[in-house]
């Protein structure tokens, strides 16, 4: 087997874990609800819809594991300082007019 191109050390494990124990749950309830698989699974599939929906989106302002946007983990370094705004640089050709010159018939 060709080795796999994930960086295992990267992985937010604590928001996958979370992620799989809310599939199972939803899976569960739906299992739970109905007898029929298939109504079980569409059900199990909404409910799971609803609960990622609100655990990402919703602003519940709790210290819950969330994927940040590049989903990479931020390492946050002390900022350097940055150097200060050269003096802008004046064009040598100080034409203005942007019109496009007549066409000749």
Known sequence: MPSMPIDWTSVNWPYVILLALL???CAWIGNIAFKRPVLAAVLSTVLFMAGFFLWTYYPHNLPLPTLSPAGQKTVTSPAAP???PAAPVRPSNPVKDITPPARSP
């Open 82 to 84: 940055s150097p200060a």
């Open 23 to 25: 599939a199972f749950f």
